[in-house]
C-alpha cells in the first residue's frame, strides 16, 4: 500500500488520473472540479465493464430458447456469451490468484473470531440519541427504530395504529405503483400489532423492538407465507410451517412481521428491480428509475417510509445495492455472522449458500446494528430492555486508516466519483489517514463471483427438483444465465480455479487490511438507469448489472463485512448518491462506525410522498 500524495491531516487528496492529469468530468462534485483527486498509474487496474448488443425482443427470445434446448446454436449462442464475459480469459489464468488451495467457503485467518464485538455493545452513532423524551419525534431525518418506540411510549400511537396504516397504506396509488410489497396477510398483521399494543399498553414490552413493523424479502422463510424466491418454480409450494431462525429472533423482539417483498427472480439481477410474476419495483426517489436488487422491495419498503426496517438476503450486492439505491442503509455483515447455512431450523438456506448473507436495510447504520444484533442472536430480549448507547468514539475517526484503490475508485462516473471524493475529504477532515492500496486480480474476482454463485445455485435448483423443468417458466434474463451455466460455467475444472481464486482474494484483503482498517469504494459504478420497458419476459441487461456490480463483489466473494449508504443526493434525478465500506472479517463495527459518521453529515431529504402514507405521519412533528 503505498501512501497517496497527501500532506498533512486537512490538507486536500490529490488523486491524479490515470494520463497523469485531473479527469475533467460534469456532475456535482466530479474528481476534476478542483483537481483534488488523482491516481498513480492505474497499478495493474484491470477490472471489466462487460456490454453485449441489444436485440430485438422476438431475435432474444429465439436465443434463449435455443440456449435453454441446448444443441449446436444454443451451445454456439452461450459460448459466444461466455467468450465475451471473459470466460475464455479466465480458463488460461495463471499466477499467485490460482497457485493456492480451492476452498468451498470464504478462509477465516487467525485472529479473526477475536476481532468480534457484540453488535450491540459498540453500535454507531445514534441520530435521534439525546433531546430529551419526544426529542427524536420529528420530520429532520427518516424516522428509525427509536422513533416508533418514542412513539408508543409517549402514547402518540401504537402498533395497531401503525399497522392500520400501513394496511391503508398499501391500497395508495402511489405506494400500488411502486410495488414493494407483494405479499401481506392482513388479519395476521393486525393479530400481531394487537398483541403487542396490549404488552406495551401494560408496560411489558418484549424489548425496545416491540411493535416495529418489518418486511422480508420473499426469500426468506415466514410462517404463514410461501417462500417464491420470485419465480413460478416455487409459487405453488405451500405456506412454510419452519420460519427462519433470522425471523424467529426478530419475532422474539417484538417485531411485527408485516409482509414480503419484491425481489428479482432468484435473486439473479442487482439492479432492475424487476419480476416477471410481481411485476416492476420503482425507486421511491424517482419512481422513473431502478431500485436495484435483487432486495428490490425491501429497500423500496424502508426508502418510502413503510416500515423502519426490512431484512435482505444478499449472494452479490443484493442488501447493499438496493439499500443504498433507495437512501437506505443496507448492511452485508462477516459471511455467516448472522446465521444462514447454519440456520438450525434449515430456513433460510439462500440460493447461493457460500456466498449467502441475510442482513438489515434500515434508516441509518445505528438501526442496521441493533437489527443485525438481534438477527445473529448476539443481543437477546434482555440486552436490549433500553436502546443501547452509542460507542464513547462513534465520532471520532482519529487514527482511522482508510484504503483506497484509486484507479477502481476512478472507474466510476459522476455523480458517484465527486461523491465518493468528497467523503473521503470529509473523513480526513475528522482525522482520518488516507492510505493508498493496491488490489490486483479484480477481473479474475468478479469471474470467479460469477461461476460460484451460478453454480451453486443451479445446484440448489436440482436439489429442490426444480431444474430442468422450471426453466420454461423463468424471466429470459433468468434463462440466460441458468443455461450458460448449464452448459460451460458449472464444469468442474473452472468451479475449482473460482475457488482458488476465492482462497487468493480471501489472502490478499487480509494482506490489505494489515495496512488499513476499511476500504472504501462508490457503492456502484453509475446511477440506476430508467427503468427498462417492455419487460413482459424479462430483457437482458448485461452492461447494467455489471455497471451496478462493479464494486460490491469482492466482499461477497470473500466474506467480509460491507456496507453501503447515502453521502448526498444527485440534483438532476433526485436520486440518493452512496459509497460502499469494506472491513476484516468480524470487524463489522468498523464499517458501521464509518456509516455512523456518514450519517450525521448528510442532510436528509425525503421522497415525495413519503408523509401521505408514512405510519407516523401523525406523531411526528412537521
Same mark, same amino acid.
Given at each position: 500500500?503505498?501512501?497517496?500524495?497527501?500532506?498533512?491531516?486537512?490538507? +486536500?487528496?490529490? &488523486? $491524479?488520473?490515470? #494520463? @497523469?492529469?485531473?479527469?475533467?468530468?460534469?456532475?456535482?462534485?466530479?474528481? =476534476?472540479? *478542483?483537481?483534488?483527486?488523482?491516481?498513480?498509474?492505474?497499478?495493474?487496474?484491470?477490472?471489466?465493464?462487460?456490454?453485449?448488443?441489444?436485440?430485438?425482443?422476438?431475435?432474444?427470445?429465439?436465443?434463449?430458447?435455443?440456449?435453454?434446448?441446448?444443441?449446436?446454436?444454443?451451445?454456439?449462442?452461450?459460448?459466444?456469451?461466455?467468450?465475451?464475459?471473459?470466460?475464455?480469459?479466465?480458463?488460461?489464468?495463471?499466477?499467485?490468484?490460482?497457485?493456492?488451495?480451492?476452498?468451498?467457503?470464504?478462509?477465516?485467518?487467525?485472529?479473526?473470531?477475536?476481532?468480534?464485538?457484540?453488535?450491540?455493545?459498540?453500535? +454507531?452513532?445514534? &441520530? $435521534?440519541?439525546? #433531546? @430529551?423524551?419526544?426529542?427524536?419525534?420529528?420530520?429532520?431525518?427518516?424516522? =428509525?427504530? *427509536?422513533?416508533?418506540?418514542?412513539?408508543?411510549?409517549?402514547?402518540?400511537?401504537?402498533?395497531?395504529?401503525?399497522?392500520?396504516?400501513?394496511?391503508?397504506?398499501?391500497?395508495?396509488?402511489?405506494?400500488?405503483?411502486?410495488?414493494?410489497?407483494?405479499?401481506?396477510?392482513?388479519?395476521?398483521?393486525?393479530?400481531?400489532?394487537?398483541?403487542?399494543?396490549?404488552?406495551?399498553?401494560?408496560?411489558?414490552?418484549?424489548?425496545?423492538?416491540?411493535?416495529?413493523?418489518?418486511?422480508?424479502?420473499?426469500?426468506?422463510?415466514?410462517?404463514?407465507?410461501?417462500?417464491?424466491?420470485?419465480?413460478?418454480?416455487?409459487?405453488?409450494?405451500?405456506?412454510?410451517?419452519?420460519? @427462519?431462525?433470522?425471523?424467529?429472533?426478530?419475532?422474539?423482539?417484538?417485531?411485527?412481521?408485516?409482509?414480503?417483498?419484491?425481489?428479482?427472480?432468484?435473486?439473479?439481477?442487482?439492479?432492475?428491480?424487476?419480476?416477471?410474476?410481481?411485476?416492476?419495483?420503482?425507486?421511491?426517489?424517482?419512481?422513473?428509475?431502478?431500485?436495484?436488487?435483487?432486495?428490490?422491495?425491501?429497500?423500496?419498503?424502508?426508502?418510502?417510509?413503510?416500515?423502519?426496517?426490512?431484512?435482505?438476503?444478499?449472494?452479490?450486492?443484493?442488501?447493499?445495492?438496493?439499500?443504498?439505491?433507495?437512501?437506505?442503509?443496507?448492511?452485508?455483515?462477516?459471511?455467516?455472522?448472522?446465521?444462514?447455512?447454519?440456520?438450525?431450523?434449515?430456513?433460510?438456506?439462500?440460493?447461493?449458500?457460500?456466498? @449467502?448473507?441475510?442482513?438489515?436495510?434500515?434508516?441509518?447504520?445505528?438501526?442496521?446494528?441493533?437489527?443485525?444484533?438481534?438477527?445473529?442472536?448476539?443481543?437477546?430480549?434482555?440486552?436490549?430492555?433500553?436502546?443501547?448507547?452509542?460507542?464513547?468514539?462513534?465520532?471520532?475517526?482519529?487514527?482511522?486508516?482508510?484504503?483506497?484503490?484509486?484507479?477502481?475508485?476512478?472507474?466510476?462516473?459522476?455523480?458517484?466519483?465527486?461523491?465518493?471524493?468528497?467523503?473521503?475529504?470529509?473523513?480526513?477532515?475528522?482525522?482520518?489517514?488516507?492510505?493508498?492500496?493496491?488490489?490486483?486480480?479484480?477481473?479474475?474476482?468478479?469471474?470467479?463471483?460469477?461461476?460460484?454463485?451460478?453454480?451453486?445455485?443451479?445446484?440448489?435448483?436440482?436439489?429442490?427438483?426444480?431444474?430442468?423443468?422450471?426453466?420454461?417458466?423463468?424471466?429470459?434474463?433468468?434463462?440466460?444465465?441458468?443455461?450458460?451455466?448449464?452448459?460451460?460455467?458449472?464444469?468442474?475444472?473452472?468451479?475449482?480455479?473460482?475457488?482458488?481464486?476465492?482462497?487468493?482474494?480471501?489472502?490478499?484483503?487480509?494482506?490489505?487490511?494489515?495496512?488499513?482498517?476499511?476500504?472504501?469504494?462508490?457503492?456502484?459504478?453509475?446511477?440506476?438507469?430508467?427503468?427498462?420497458?417492455?419487460?413482459?419476459?424479462?430483457?437482458?441487461?448485461?452492461?447494467?448489472?455489471?455497471?451496478?456490480?462493479?464494486?460490491?463483489?469482492?466482499?461477497?466473494?470473500?466474506?467480509?463485512?460491507?456496507?453501503?449508504?447515502?453521502?448526498?443526493?444527485?440534483?438532476?434525478?433526485?436520486?440518493?448518491?452512496?459509497?460502499?465500506?469494506?472491513?476484516?472479517?468480524?470487524?463489522?463495527?468498523?464499517?458501521?462506525?464509518?456509516?455512523?459518521?456518514?450519517?450525521?453529515?448528510?442532510?436528509?431529504?425525503?421522497?415525495?410522498?413519503?408523509?401521505?402514507?408514512?405510519?407516523?405521519?401523525?406523531?411526528?412533528?412537521?
Amino acid at each position: 500500500g503505498r501512501p497517496l500524495g497527501i500532506g498533512p491531516r486537512g490538507s +486536500p487528496l490529490h &488523486l $491524479r488520473s490515470a #494520463g @497523469g492529469g485531473a479527469r475533467r468530468r460534469g456532475g456535482r462534485g466530479g474528481f =476534476g472540479r *478542483r483537481g483534488r483527486l488523482g491516481v498513480m498509474g492505474r497499478d495493474g487496474y484491470d477490472l471489466k465493464s462487460l456490454s453485449a448488443p441489444k436485440m430485438p425482443g422476438c431475435v432474444e427470445g429465439l436465443v434463449v430458447s435455443a440456449m435453454r434446448k441446448g444443441g449446436f446454436f444454443g451451445s454456439l449462442f452461450a459460448y459466444i456469451a461466455y467468450k465475451d464475459s471473459g470466460f475464455k480469459r479466465f480458463e488460461r489464468l495463471g499466477g499467485p490468484a490460482v497457485q493456492v488451495e480451492p476452498s468451498d467457503w470464504a478462509t477465516r485467518f487467525p485472529g479473526d473470531e477475536e476481532a468480534r464485538v457484540p453488535f450491540h455493545k459498540l453500535p +454507531p452513532a445514534d &441520530l $435521534r440519541e439525546g #433531546g @430529551g423524551a419526544g426529542a427524536c419525534l420529528s420530520r429532520d431525518r427518516a424516522p =428509525g427504530l *427509536r422513533d416508533y418506540a418514542e412513539a408508543y411510549r409517549s402514547g402518540k400511537c401504537t402498533p395497531a395504529n401503525v399497522c392500520d396504516r400501513f394496511l391503508e397504506a398499501l391500497g395508495d396509488p402511489h405506494v400500488v405503483y411502486l410495488n414493494a410489497v407483494v405479499k401481506c396477510d392482513h388479519e395476521d398483521v393486525r393479530e400481531q400489532a394487537r398483541l403487542s399494543t396490549e404488552r406495551i399498553l401494560r408496560g411489558e414490552p418484549l424489548s425496545v423492538l416491540d411493535g416495529i413493523p418489518v418486511i422480508v424479502k420473499d426469500e426468506g422463510h415466514v410462517v404463514g407465507y410461501n417462500t417464491s424466491y420470485g419465480t413460478r418454480c416455487f409459487m405453488d409450494d405451500p405456506p412454510t410451517e419452519v420460519e @427462519g431462525q433470522t425471523i424467529q429472533r426478530l419475532r422474539a423482539a417484538g417485531c411485527i412481521i408485516v409482509g414480503k417483498a419484491n425481489m428479482n427472480e432468484l435473486g439473479l439481477s442487482p439492479i432492475t428491480g424487476h419480476n416477471v410474476n410481481f411485476g416492476q419495483c420503482h425507486n421511491p426517489y424517482n419512481p422513473k428509475r431502478m431500485p436495484g436488487g435483487s432486495s428490490s422491495g425491501s429497500a423500496c419498503a424502508v426508502g418510502a417510509g413503510l416500515v423502519p426496517l426490512a431484512v435482505g438476503y444478499d449472494g452479490g450486492g443484493s442488501i447493499r445495492l438496493p439499500a443504498s439505491m433507495c437512501g437506505a442503509v443496507g448492511l452485508k455483515a462477516t459471511h455467516e455472522r448472522i446465521g444462514v447455512v447454519k440456520d438450525p431450523q434449515g430456513a433460510d438456506i439462500c440460493i447461493t449458500a457460500s456466498m @449467502g448473507h441475510t442482513g438489515p436495510i434500515a434508516n441509518s447504520a445505528y438501526d442496521a446494528a441493533v437489527a443485525a444484533a438481534v438477527m445473529s442472536g448476539e443481543a437477546g430480549v434482555e440486552d436490549l430492555a433500553q436502546f443501547p448507547k452509542p460507542r464513547a468514539d462513534a465520532l471520532d475517526l482519529a487514527g482511522l486508516k482508510v484504503g483506497v484503490y484509486t484507479p477502481w475508485v476512478l472507474d466510476s462516473e459522476e455523480p458517484l466519483r465527486g461523491a465518493c471524493q468528497d467523503f473521503l475529504e470529509q473523513l480526513q477532515s475528522r482525522g482520518a489517514q488516507i492510505v493508498g492500496v493496491t488490489i490486483p486480480n479484480l477481473d479474475a474476482m468478479r469471474m470467479a463471483h460469477t461461476i460460484l454463485i451460478t453454480s451453486e445455485g443451479l445446484a440448489e435448483l436440482k436439489k429442490k427438483g426444480k431444474f430442468p423443468g422450471c426453466m420454461s417458466t423463468m424471466a429470459r434474463d433468468t434463462q440466460a444465465k441458468y443455461a450458460i451455466t448449464e452448459l460451460l460455467l458449472s464444469k468442474p475444472a473452472l468451479v475449482e480455479k473460482a475457488k482458488r481464486v476465492r482462497t487468493y482474494a480471501c489472502s490478499l484483503f487480509n494482506e490489505l487490511f494489515q495496512e488499513c482498517d476499511v476500504i472504501v469504494t462508490p457503492a456502484f459504478r453509475s446511477m440506476p438507469p430508467p427503468v427498462l420497458r417492455n419487460q413482459e419476459f424479462g430483457e437482458i441487461s448485461v452492461e447494467i448489472e455489471s455497471g451496478a456490480m462493479h464494486y460490491v463483489l469482492p466482499s461477497s466473494l470473500t466474506g467480509i463485512p460491507s456496507i453501503a449508504f447515502p453521502v448526498s443526493y444527485d440534483e438532476h434525478t433526485g436520486l440518493p448518491v452512496p459509497v460502499q465500506v469494506m472491513a476484516p472479517n468480524n470487524r463489522d463495527a468498523q464499517v458501521l462506525k464509518v456509516a455512523g459518521v456518514a450519517g450525521g453529515m448528510l442532510q436528509w431529504k425525503s421522497p415525495d410522498k413519503y408523509w401521505d402514507t408514512h405510519p407516523l405521519r401523525d406523531a411526528l412533528q412537521k
